[in-house]
């Protein structure tokens, strides 16, 4: 009975050990630091605050932060705004400033008016005719004028320039209408009609008016003209010049309206400056001036190229000496730093590069 007993209180002995095994507190391990909380922004605390105070806007999204570049990422680049010195494109409508320069220069146009010399037409009566044109052009419009005896002159003593400026590529009289700086060249064609009735002179002048654009020689339009028979008690040479300028007074007013409106909408382009540059045998140089005047002007043409002479046409709606600026500055940004003018046309401009 002895063995029974001994392995009985071995047996209770083992469970009451587990027992206080099972009961005994199991200590907790210390918890880990916490980051601390960053600090709520400005706008989290105006938010929380309207929240308590029951402001409307408590509940509206807070915005995103920006996105930032990870490591190694570079930002990409920034859009350029547009220069506000350069023109519009080719085709763009006009701005303001190139609509009152545009309103401005069909306001101010200058004419040279002259007769067809290949026609038959006596000096004397030619001379009235260009008279009074000019007559008009200063009495009604307020513009000056070239003399006919202006023109005559010039003619005989601008012969040696007009060779060595144009070779004889443009006609002399479109020189001289770009000499004196008119945009409208005005070319006088007539012829008269006369009787004697009952001791009485009469006379009728009927012809036309052609209008040509003196920077291109383009015919822009016409205006035909006709005067009622003119009466003289004296002399038929009276009778001739009282036709000859009632025709051409009645017919003025119709050739300025209408050349205002032939130049208005022969611009689409912009005003049109010949650029003539001598001595250019570097073509690289005449192409980084090219694209340097684009920058500059509405658009640019090249005409021409050789290592002796290179021609451009610029369209703008600027002002002459705005344009000779213009070249100065293309021409040092492509490295042609010597560029100076050697003489001036009205829209036509020659310069020496200096190479």
């Known amino acids: 009975m002895r063995k029974p007993t001994r392995f009985i209180a071995a047996l209770i002995a083992v469970v009451l050990v587990a027992a206080s095994c099972a009961t005994a507190p199991t200590q907790a391990p210390e918890p880990a630091p916490q980051p601390a909380a960053p600090a709520p922004d400005s706008s989290a605390k105006d938010r929380a605050k309207a929240l308590v105070q029951g402001g ?65 037409i006596e000096p004397r009566l030619a001379k009235v005719a260009v008279s009074q044109a000019n007559r008009y052009l200063i009495e009604q419009l307020g513009l000056s004028v070239i003399d006919f005896d202006q023109i005559e002159k010039n003619k005989k003593d601008q012969q040696t320039a007009y060779q060595a400026e144009t070779g004889g590529s443009i006609d002399l009289i479109q020189y001289l209408a770009q000499k004196f700086n008119a945009d409208v060249y005005v070319e006088i064609d007539f012829g008269v009609t006369s009787e004697t009735r009952d001791g009485k002179y009469y006379a009728s002048a009927q012809g036309s008016m052609k209008l040509f654009d003196t920077s291109t020689a383009a015919l822009l339009g016409s205006v035909a003209f006709m005067s009622p028979p003119a009466f003289s008690p004296s002399s038929m040479d009276a009778a001739v010049t009282n036709a000859i300028a009632a025709s051409v007074w009645a017919a003025m007013p119709k050739m300025t309206n209408q050349s205002k409106e032939l130049i208005k909408n022969s611009l689409g382009r912009g005003v049109r400056y010949e650029v003539i540059i001598m001595k250019t045998p570097d073509s690289k140089q005449v192409s980084a001036l090219r694209r340097a005047l684009g920058r500059k002007v509405r658009e640019v043409e090249q005409v021409s190229y050789s290592p002796n002479e290179t021609k451009l046409y610029l369209y703008s709606f600027l002002p002459r000496d705005k344009i000779e600026d213009a070249v100065y500055d293309a021409a040092a940004s492509a490295g042609i730093v010597d560029l100076n003018l050697v003489y001036m046309r009205g829209k036509s401009f020659t310069f020496n590069s200096g190479l």
């Open 56 to 120: 409307h806007d408590a509940g509206a999204a807070i915005p995103a932060p920006a996105p930032q570049p990870g490591p190694g990422v570079q930002p990409g680049p920034v859009a350029a705004a547009p220069s506000a010195d350069q023109p519009p494109p080719p085709g763009a409508p006009l701005t303001p400033e190139e609509q009152a320069f545009l309103q401005n220069y069909l306001n101010r146009l200058n004419y040279m008016v002259y007769y067809n010399e290949s026609a038959k």
